[in-house]
């Protein structure tokens, strides 16, 4: 089995992703210094985030190599999830009148 | 004999072991978890409106991000304790999830510094952590912090300096006390800042952004105390399966591994959210 000389090739893709986490999280850190707008800043940290997770999730986790099956239920995941942040945010709408969630 | 069948090979229709079939739907209860606390942290704040703080004006970014680089080093280590076993390298396997767990535990140390902070403890010297270097420390850390900005600077590079000229000659133990004396030079100076932060008594009820802030951090911190439990029994008594059956240790490894990095993936989403935001 031509193993170890996988898992080597896998190490050097470890420690890169190493250097990238820690020059993104640098990046966050030092664009939140920067004071943008509300929006603005949501929208690029949580885009950061979303690399950084997807590195994490691709390379760590060894989801970029994984079966078909473990997709189908991050699938179900992403759709529950994605519905639930939707449902709960859509409640702040459907308040009755003069009341609110924070005093 | 075996005790349940696909803890080594795959199952034809899954493709996968039974273990990390497990793993990936425990993760997914927990995604929803984590979920809901989010969902509750976007509508509190969009409610709260005007009110609601900027996480920098009331937490710690610079200690926040030093946690965040702790937490990524530990999911690193801990994926070259897997890749360790793949080698067939149990030495190297015990080396890297010794140092996750390390890791772990310096990040719970830290954040209880933090909520320490918001309960109105005086600002502690730094000093008092460093036990095993503490008689360098004393001097070191003085002239560190009465000095500015530039002398601190040089002091780090030129410790780094150092480090790297040794890394190339010397043995790993050498390694560790200069990778030692540039992580002191770190937190001595993040601890500058937190000193500078530090307010008194800012518990859950002080306001929302407290409450959710430590039920976020409160839960995840839960979670990082889960996967020390775990880690530690397999670095410890856990290792005997690899005597007799190393496939299936080698999996272990694997699953706890996975769980591992989702614990570092929610705080690599908590710390933007909630002292960047």
């Not at chain 1, 929006?39 to 940290?45: D, F, G």
């Not at chain 2, 933090?114 to 001097?139: C, D, M, R």
Request: with cysteine; charged share 10%; net charge positive.
């Amino acid at each position: 089995m031509s193993g170890t000389h996988d898992i080597k090739e896998e190490i050097r893709k470890y420690w890169g992703v190493f250097a990238a986490l820690l020059v993104l999280t640098v990046v966050t850190v030092s664009i939140s210094y920067l004071k943008f707008g509300l929006v603005a800043a949501i929208i690029v940290a949580l885009t950061i985030a979303l690399i950084k997770g997807s590195l994490v999730a691709c390379f760590f986790m060894h989801l970029i190599s994984e079966r078909k099956l473990v997709y189908v239920i991050l699938g179900f995941v992403v759709f529950f999830f994605l519905s639930m942040m939707l449902l709960i945010y859509a409640s702040y709408f459907s308040l009755p009148g003069g009341a609110r969630y924070v005093s | 004999m075996e005790l349940m069948p696909y803890i080594v090979e795959e199952r034809k229709d899954t493709g996968l072991f039974n273990a990390k079939l497990g793993i990936w739907l425990f993760l997914s209860s927990e995604v929803m978890l984590f979920g809901a606390l989010f969902s509750s942290y976007v509508l509190l704040r969009t409610g709260g409106g005007a009110h609601w703080p900027h996480g920098s004006s009331i937490l710690n970014v610079p200690i926040g991000a030093f946690n965040t680089a702790v937490l990524i080093a530990s999911s690193v280590t801990m994926v070259f304790s897997w890749a360790a076993l793949k080698e067939n390298n149990l030495k190297k396997f015990k080396l890297n999830l010794a140092l996750t767990i390390l890791c772990a535990f310096t990040f719970l140390f830290v954040k209880a510094y933090e909520y320490g902070q918001k309960f109105g403890e005086e600002h502690i010297h730094p000093a008092v952590f460093l036990n095993a270097y503490s008689f360098l420390w004393t001097s070191y850390v003085n002239s560190l912090l009465h000095s500015g900005w530039g002398t601190k600077i040089i002091s780090g590079a030129s410790t780094l300096a150092l480090g790297f000229l040794i890394f190339k000659k010397f043995k790993t133990a050498l390694k560790f006390i200069c990778g030692g004396l540039f992580l002191s030079f770190v937190l001595m100076t993040i601890f500058e800042f937190g000193s500078r932060t530090s307010h008194h008594y800012y518990p859950p009820s002080h306001n929302t952004f407290m409450a959710i802030y430590f039920t976020l951090t409160g839960l995840h911190a839960l979670h990082v105390i889960g996967g020390i439990i775990v880690n530690g029994y397999l670095l410890g008594p856990g290792n005997k399966l690899w005597q007799t059956d190393p496939q299936r240790f080698t999996n272990r490894i694997e699953i706890a591994g996975i769980y591992w990095h989702f614990v570092d993936l929610v705080w690599i989403f908590l710390f933007p959210v909630l002292y960047l935001l």
